[in-house]
Nanobody, 117 residues
Framework: QVQLVESGGGLVQAGGSLRLSCAAS????????MGWYRQAPGKQRELVAR???????NYADSVKGRFTISRDNAKNTVYLQMNSLKPEDTAVYYC???????????WGQGTQVTVSS
């Protein structure tokens, strides 16, 4: 069983910054990728950023140059540093982990990020 605990969401003005954290615990092996997705009201959940086992990363075009994902392997924790936030970044942000010999998807409970104009 794998658990993901997110923290760091909140309300910020446009142009501000937030840092999200996601700590994974439980039976984590054969790590594949870990990252963040977001879902705004009335929209589909979309990839924001993820980091792979070898350290490579990919980002949604809309956040490139503003968001940075990083990982602390010792703590099984992934971070998302979000700078120059825009109102369109407002969404519930979900942590995601794919791991296991038959890779399974695990999700956090979500954390709200609200950017005011």
């Amino acid at each position: 069983q794998v658990q993901l605990v997110e923290s760091g969401g909140g309300l910020v003005q446009a142009g501000g910054s937030l840092r999200l954290s996601c700590a994974a615990s439980g039976s984590i092996f054969n790590f594949n990728a870990m990252g963040w997705y977001r879902q705004a009201p009335g929209k589909q959940r979309e990839l924001v950023a993820r980091i792979f086992s070898g350290g490579s990363t990919n980002y949604a075009d809309s956040v490139k140059g503003r968001f940075t994902i990083s990982r602390d392997n010792a703590k099984n924790t992934v971070y998302l540093q979000m700078n120059s936030l825009k109102p369109e970044d407002t969404a519930v942000y979900y942590c995601h982990l794919k791991c296991g010999w038959v890779p399974l998807d695990y999700w956090g409970q979500g954390t709200q990020v609200t950017v005011s104009s």
